[in-house]
């Protein structure tokens, strides 16, 4: 590595990992103040401002690859919005300011402001189409996981790894009517459900502790950004992800060339979606089963943060106590 490339890695480890919490826990005070409004659109435009104002105030070059949209879609925090002061070092960036907007609008649990950085070039340009995905936690052999096996193969496989019995593992899965056949077929094995209505960010992570989350697999089809920043998670903290992009229309096959997706069958491992050193922060903005919401008191409000970095696969947790009102 030469000096150019040893002071770009140090200023990713040095500059955010600690100032990236910033910037989640932004996000997720600004998006917790409308919980339970029941006004999705206006929850996840504040988290996007909040995020946003905050991104711009840490010392990187830093391009929107996973955002809010493209361009034409999206007025802040779009696909390839450039970001940050300019003058640390090149970086990517997927993010998600309020993961789980209908979460968030009927203050139901699990809601996240979610961020993954990683040096340039190092993350998947993921269209906004369906990825169907398969994930694990640590601990596990490598390539215990197939996208193409049957559920109840991967199941079987994971209670064997596990040393228990298929029925007392837990499958993840969206509450969606295209999972119907997915549901039937994971109780037929008689493994235990949880179904989740929304935040499938959230879903994958909490494979990384099933101790504490209860869930030891996640399973079924969710958005492909969503899939890049739980990608990013798993790399640093060691789990295992499969996933493959849904493009079952000419359509969606041209989007994703234009993105630089040549293979529309390739099938994507954590490492492929999240390179190199990759950093990824979650502030819970509703309780959850890894995350506290934001609580406001009456002259402070605290969040419960997590945030992860794959090179030294360290997990810090951090619940903060801001005094200053002012600043967010």
């Known amino acids: 590595m030469n000096i150019a490339q040893n002071i770009a890695a140090a200023g990713l480890d040095r500059i ?35 995020m946003r104002q905050e991104l711009n105030r840490l010392a990187i070059k830093g391009t929107v690859v996973i955002g809010e949209g493209e361009r034409d879609e ?21 993010l998600d300011p309020l993961e789980g907007t209908t979460i968030c ?62 029925s007392d593992v837990t499958a993840c ?11 039937e077929a994971v109780r037929a094995t008689g493994a235990a459900i949880r179904l989740i209505g929304d935040g499938d960010v959230a879903g994958v992570i909490h494979t990384t502790d099933p101790d504490e989350t209860g869930i030891d697999i996640y399973l079924g089809t969710g958005g ?12 640093c903290t060691g789990g295992q992800m499969l996933g493959r992009l849904i493009l079952d229309t000419p359509e969606k ?23 190199g050193d990759v950093l990824f922060a979650a502030t819970g903005v509703t309780d959850g089963n ?5 609580k406001f008191g009456r002259t402070f409000v605290t969040t419960h943060t997590i945030v992860l970095r794959s090179s030294s696969r360290t997990v810090r947790e951090i619940k903060a106590r801001h005094q200053d009102l002012d600043k967010f």
């Open 224 to 235: 492909a950004p969503e899939g890049v920043l739980a990608a990013a998670a798993l790399r």
């Open 16 to 50: 955010l990992t600690m100032e990236v919490v910033r910037v989640t826990e932004r996000a997720a005070v600004a998006a917790a103040r409308l919980r339970g409004r029941g006004d999705e659109k206006a929850a996840d435009q504040v988290a996007v401002d909040a």
């Open 105 to 166: 609008a009927k203050n139901l649990p699990n809601a996240l402001a979610v961020i993954a950085i990683a040096e340039k070039g190092s993350l998947l340009f993921a269209p906004d189409v369906y990825m169907d995905k398969i994930a694990i936690g640590p601990g596990y052999p490598e390539d215990l996981i197939d996208i193409d096996a049957s559920p109840a193969e991967n199941l079987a496989n994971l209670a064997k790894a596990k040393g228990v019995a298929v």
């Open 290 to 294: 890894l995350l506290d919401g934001v």
């Open 253 to 275: 096959v041209a989007r994703a060339q234009k993105m630089g997706i040549s293979d529309p069958k390739r099938i994507y491992r954590a490492q492929d979606m999240a390179r």
């Open 74 to 94: 999206a007025p802040m925090l779009y696909i390839g919005e450039e970001v940050g002061t300019g003058k640390g070092p090149a970086v990517d960036i997927a």
């Open 173 to 183: 899965i969206l509450d969606r009517p295209r999972h119907a056949r997915l549901i």
